[in-house]
Structures are given as structure tokens and as C-alpha cells.
């Protein structure tokens, strides 16, 4: 029979004032000056390495058996349960795992199951927009990339032949370009491939043409309800057909748009494409179909909401369509939203979160706007609120919005800090969870230098909750979701920069495929705790059993191994 009721661990005790700090996009690897982290000043994060490293190599004899504080662990790939082991890690399967404990398959990975099986076209999601493909028009929205974080091209291009295929005979696609999870420019050539399968349609008999589009930050893709503006700009381009810029071909638009001073692919203005009579081609209208192509929910919920709600005062739709709406996944199982959708997304349950409220452990966790769902949603196994509010407080920090994030590199990483801080001061909650965005969100940017002062005021928070632990005698984990930072440059097998035809370096705005640090410690961790031998490849999915001990509890025997051990 099951029971929320977690073992005692034999040796470590319970009540202890835990802080869980999540540093975004904080990976480990060698020394350059494309490693921001390493240049940056922060000797906080260095003293946590440093510790193991001076026990071991000048004391090593001296200090046998004092506690490893530092390891890392795998982000990336089938640790956190993405297709290949070169899909980078990111920030949804990183705190999936984190709070889960366990690898489950992820969006990404699901979709492409039930494209190759084809299972995609016996679900409800399809049938039921398929309703709309003998007098509507098929709509697809999406990013366009092959980044495997949000969405994936190939799955567009297999699920516009397959629906093409099954009655399909006018179908729209919007696009939003990427430059964030791949390199910026590499749109043109993404648009081009897209543009290649659809005129193969076409000589298929199929009306399929690209429709709109636009920079994925400036439009549509904003997340946590943080600047409605942009899903707005979206639902004007797509919904609507208006749209500032106005262009023949998505191919034009793109190279043009492009053209202008700073213009990059994450903040390409919204445009729409017009007929020969300068009519927009792809207005959304009553009895098409809409389909969002992302499988990952944080910058897709907002839109679904204005496709699926009927009451929504977000923003004036001004024309709201009676379409047939299906998400590829389903983006909040709490929310039910959207109602339908292609492919069933991961049954993340039983969270080390949800036991842990169940066992008394009372929890804290604060983040500022674009993180927040991070270390609440996510980290819960998408699901939104509380498991039990008398037991769990969660504090939203707004952050700045209308900016791009190298013009404020600290963000609001004090403000998170201070939060924490008072909560472990308060002594009220045993777990104060926090993820501090600046290096993944100042790293996308592509902007080293203001990266390198992102990396520092992510070091000046880590302090500040440190400082609070070392007071009332708590504990510490602090590790990160996946690499950013720590590289940003694209590389070329050898490791080395890679150049483009001008022989120019290409600065990688996406995150990497490096592991992350770990690092345990504060007084209040029992001197006999170390890190096992026998879990080399630790990922994150390790890290929930990991705080469960160091909470006083065993964790539940199906999930992923402790990376620690006491030793008498
Ligand atoms: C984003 O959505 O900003 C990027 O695609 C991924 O970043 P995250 O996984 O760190 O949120
Ligand atoms: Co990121």
C-alpha cells in the first residue's frame, strides 16, 4: 500500500535548515576567456571547490576521511532524459530531475516517439483537430530550430507531411525564430529548409505557405506572465494578420529584418506575409485548427491560455476565433491546458517536493519572474501551486521586463538573496530553495562582458544565503540546472573556437553540454558525510535523494541513488 511516509535515515538527523540554491546555467569547465564564470571574480563558488581540492592535495594526509564538498554531476542528455547525449541540458528537465529524483523521458523525446510510431495520428489531440482539415486551415505556431529545448524543426517538418497526408490541404505555419538555444543567424538557413519542405507540399497539391513570424523573445514566447506584450504581438501577427512589417516571403523577412542595427534572431520584430494584393496569407478565422508546436510548456502556457480561455483579459484579441486548439504536449496537467493536445507529456509524480511537505519538512522557495515556475513549476513536475500552502511559501521577485538582461546583468539576484536569507532567519521553513537566473539569462544574451558581472552577483547571493546557514547552523547544497556561462563560444571538435567563413568567432547564446557542480556543506551537515564512490556518473536526478537524507529521510526506494554516504 502506498504511503507519503519516508524512513528515517539511520544517521542523519531531521530539522536541519536547508538551503537549495539553483545557480541557471552555472557549468564547469576548463579555464579561457570564454568561460565568463572563470573569469569573473567569485570566491565564494571557488571556495567551495577549493576545499576538496586543498584537503586532498596539500593536506590529503592530515585531513583522510574530512567531508568532499564539491563534485559535479551530468545536466545534459539521457541524465535528464532527453533523446541523445548531445542534447544540452536546460532548465525544464534540469529541475524536473532536481525535484523529481528520477530520469523520466522528456518532451522532446516523447514527441519524436509517437511521430516515428505514428501513434501521434491515432490520439485524440489529432483526431480532433483533424475535424477542421476538410473546410478549415491546419495552423502551426512554434519556434523554428533544431535546438531540442522548446521545439524541434525535424518534428515540423514530420508532422506537416504526416498531417498533409491525412487530409490536411491548407496549412499556415508561424514561425519564431530562435538565436537562443542555436547560434543567432542560423534562422535563414532554418526558414530555407522549412520553405524547401513546403513547396514540395505544394507540388503536392497542398496550399501550405509560412504565414508570419517573429523573434521567439519579442514574440509570442514569454513565460511566467512576465510581459504580456509579447504574446499579444503574436496573436496580432498570427490571429489577426497584422503586423508592422509586411514581407512576400518568410525568407526576405528574415534576411531583411535582420539588417538592422543590433537586430539578432531572438528579437526580430513581429512581421506577416501578404499576397500579391498585400493581403495578409494566413489569418487565423472560425473552423481552422491551431496546433503549438513547442513540447515545452514554460513559454507556451501563456499563449495557450489566449487560444483556450474564453474569458482572458490579458490583452484585447480584439477577433477571437472558434478554432479547434490542441498544444503537441499538454502544458500544465493542473491547469488541464490546453484540453487537448498530440502527445501526452511525462507523468512526473510522487516529487521529493510533495513527500517532503508530506513529512513535515515546511519549504521556502523564491526566484524573480523568469525563473520563478523554475524552482516552483518545474521542480514540482509542472504543476503549478502549492502541494500544501500552510507548509510551503513561494515568492515571486517581478523582474525587469522590456530589457534584455546584459543591460542589468545582476538582475535581481540581491533581492532573491535577502528573501532567502530572511526566510532562514525566520527559522520557519527547513527547506529555502532559490535559483539564481544571471548566468543563464545574462549568458543568452551573448554578451560576455556583462555575463562575467552576471557570474559575480550570482556569487554575492550565494553569499549572502551562506552567511544565513552559517547562523543558525544549517546545511547547504548549491548546484545548478545545465552549462551557459561557462562557455560561450561554439567550438570545433578540437575543442577550439570555431570560425565562421569570415573567420570570426560565433558566440554561443545557447547553453552547453558541460556537468555542474554540487557542493554540500554548512555546520549543520553531520562531519561524517561525504560523497559515495560508486555513483561516477551522478546527474541531477541523484540530487532529490541527496536532500531527503540531508533532511533526515531516506528517499523512496524508485528513486535515483544518494550521492552521499556517512561514515562513522
Ligand atoms: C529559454 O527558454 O530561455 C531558453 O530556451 C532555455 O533556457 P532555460 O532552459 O535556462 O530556461
Ligand atoms: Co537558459
Redesign the pocket.
Known sequence: EFSWKLADHPKLPKGKILAMVVL??WGEAHANQYNCISVADTPIMDSLKNVLILLFSVFSLMFAGAPEKWRLVRAHGKAVGLPTEDDMG??EVGHNALGAGRIYAQGAKLVDFALASGKIYDGEGFNYIKESFEGGTLHLIGLLSDGGVHSRLDQLLLLLKGASERGAKRIRVHILTDGRDVLDGSSVGFVETLENDLSKLRENGVDAQIASGGGRMYVTMDRYENDWEVVKRGWDAQVLGEAPHKFKSALEAVKKLREAPQANDQYLPPFVIVDDSGKAVGPIFDGDAVVTLNFRADRMVMAAKAFEYEDFDKFNRVRVPKIRYAGMLQYDGELKLPSQYLVSPPEIERTSGEYLVHNGVRTFACSETVKFGHVTFFWNGNRSGYFNPEMEEYVEIPSDSGITFNVKPKMKALEIAEKARDAILSRKFEQVRVNLPNS?MVG?TGDIEATVVACKAADEAVKIILDAIEQVGGIYVVTADHG?AEDMVKRNKKGDPALDKSGNIQILTS?TLEPVPIAIGGPGLLPGVRYRKDVPDGGLANVAATVMNLHGFEAPSDYETTLIEVVD
Open positions: 541557471d546555467g536546460n532548465s543563464d543568452h551557459n547553453h
